[in-house]
């Protein structure tokens, strides 16, 4: 337990003062260096935590394949594709060289169907994985977390809230394996197995050049809203649609509504990222997820005709709390859910 007295935001706008360089484009989802006019250098750093005492040697190749994943999600959330990954990877993590090496199997996994390289870096007696990963693109390709517009719709390239279904599940009373079905089974079953994008579905939708802001939800759908707000003036009310069966079937075991599902602090990472497109342009993208299979999310949109981030309930708009900082507070993830959405309402 930390004793942290500011939200993480918050820290990092006083830090990003005492640096001396003004503005928000520190929040952007990663650090972009101009190389020639016509290029430039994006790359991103991340870490993960393998705790020793939840540590299974058969789970290694699983959990490479997630570190990976995680690494290089704020490139593609940059809408450019990763094209070199180095690690700095915490040998107290692994139990023995074997399961060390199945672990760097996991990550070239990544790697081969991203056609990234992964270029080596650092071991260290620690638990953590860190990492950085890059790409190159033009600079009028970077999709950033400014430029959203009024009438625009948001979307998420993932069933929102599964997430954070998969994290209560194991611990609700009433959940009985026997009761689901096959497809929600494989959904539990398959849900961090595989958690590559499909990078050349992006792509094509990255070409379009109709993504008018985005950002990675590693911290829920709350914090997109906020990022348009502050950075825009512009409101959001969020009114998102169709959950997963699987949020169905806990928002029931917990009696409360789905939606209040897809308000949680972040549990989606890497399969999310979220998209501010106009109206005109929603059509198109939304046929290229449905032809490549890929679930999506549409959230709600850009207005200016409320002064902040709203969900609607019914009839009526309820502002949105700013929680998503959950890593520098005292409560848990699930109180800080209860209090500022269930509790709210």
């Not at 990954?85 to 070239?108: M, P, Y």
Request: aromatic letters at 8%; charged letters at 25%; glycine letters at 10%.
């Amino acid at each position: 337990m930390n004793d942290w007295k500011t939200g993480e935001k918050e820290f990092l706008q006083s830090l990003h003062k005492r640096l001396g360089s003004p503005g928000l484009d520190w929040r952007d989802d990663c650090i972009i260096k101009a190389i020639t006019p016509e290029l430039s250098l994006v790359y991103s750093l991340d870490s993960l935590n393998r705790s020793p005492s939840n540590n299974r040697a058969n789970d290694s190749r699983a959990f490479g394949k997630w570190s990976a994943s995680v690494i290089a999600n704020d490139v593609i959330a940059c809408g450019v594709a990763p094209e070199g990954l180095a690690l700095d990877i915490g040998l107290s993590a692994f139990h023995s060289e074997e399961d060390l090496s199945d672990f760097i199997d996991g990550v070239l996994d990544v790697c081969s169907c991203y056609h990234m390289n992964y270029e080596g870096g650092n071991l260290n007696r620690g638990s953590f994985i860190g990492g950085v990963c890059w790409g190159l693109s033009k600079p009028d390709a970077i999709i950033r977390r400014e430029g959203a517009q009024d009438g625009s719709i948001l979307l998420a390239t993932a069933p929102i809230g599964l997430g954070w279904a998969m994290e209560l599940l194991p611990k609700l009373k009433g959940a009985k394996r026997h009761t689901l079905d096959k497809e929600l089974i494989d959904t539990i079953e398959h849900f961090k197995t595989d958690p590559v994008i499909n990078l050349p579905a992006f792509q094509e939708i990255w070409s379009l050049k109709v993504i008018d802001c985005g950002m990675d939800l590693t911290d829920g759908i709350i914090e997109f809203g906020y990022e348009i707000f502050d950075r825009t003036g512009l409101g959001v009310v969020f009114s998102p649609n169709h959950p997963h069966k699987l949020v169905n079937y806990v928002s029931a075991l917990l009696q409360v509504s789905p939606d209040d599902m897809m308000f949680e602090p972040g549990y989606d990472t890497p399969y999310a990222h979220g998209w501010c497109i106009q109206k005109s342009n929603a059509g198109l993208v939304c046929g290229i997820l449905n032809r490549h299979g890929i679930p999506y999310t549409i959230l709600g949109e850009v207005t200016k005709d409320v002064p902040g981030v709203y969900r609607k309930k019914g009839n009526t708009l309820k502002c949105l709390p700013r929680y998503w900082d959950d890593k520098v507070k005292k409560e848990s993830s699930y109180e800080l859910w209860r209090k500022n959405i269930l509790d709210s309402v």
